[in-house]
């Protein structure tokens, strides 16, 4: 089966996956790699991350600090959106990944019944959150 995985780019901040390991859970895996391990290379990026992996049981969210000759752009073109299970994930990932941010759009139950949030990270990136008006209708059905 294939997998679509996210893969964010950032400016020598990619330990920022310890920023969303706190947010998201999950695991970061050992191959938090230095680039200058092992090779000669310029003191601009001597300690910038190679590669990391935040892995949990729905979420892969992969990073670097590699930047190519154009810089690091960031705009509105990419989100990253995390269906969440019920209303209480959405709400604390909608909190924990705001801080430091800024908010974009309030959680509200939309018009196809779903609650819906989004949000620009402290780092840039946009998230939008989602609940699924199935999910909400089974948290409430299993309540009762």
């Not at 679509?4 to 706190?22: D, K, M, V």
């Not at 960031?74 to 209480?88: D, R, V």
């Not at 139950?109 to 609650?115: D, V």
Request: charged share 20%; aromatic share 8%; glycine share 10%.
């Amino acid at each position: 089966m294939n997998q679509l995985i996210i893969y964010l780019t950032f400016n020598g901040n990619c330990r920022s996956h310890e920023f969303y390991q706190a947010c998201l859970g999950g695991e970061l895996s050992s191959n938090h790699r230095r680039i200058a391990h092992g090779r000669a290379i310029a003191e601009k990026i001597k300690d910038f991350i190679l590669h990391a992996t935040l892995r949990n049981e729905h979420l892969l969210l992969m990073g670097t600090d590699m930047v190519g000759d154009q810089g690091l752009v960031k705009g509105n073109a990419m989100s990253i959106l995390i269906e969440c299970q019920n209303e209480a994930e959405i709400e604390t990932y909608y909190h924990l990944l705001s801080r430091g941010g800024r908010t974009t759009h309030p959680i509200e139950s939309t018009f196809w019944g779903a609650l819906f949030g989004g949000l620009t990270d402290k780092y840039g990136n946009n998230w939008l959150l989602h609940c699924s008006k199935n999910q909400r209708l089974t948290q409430v059905e299993a309540a009762n």
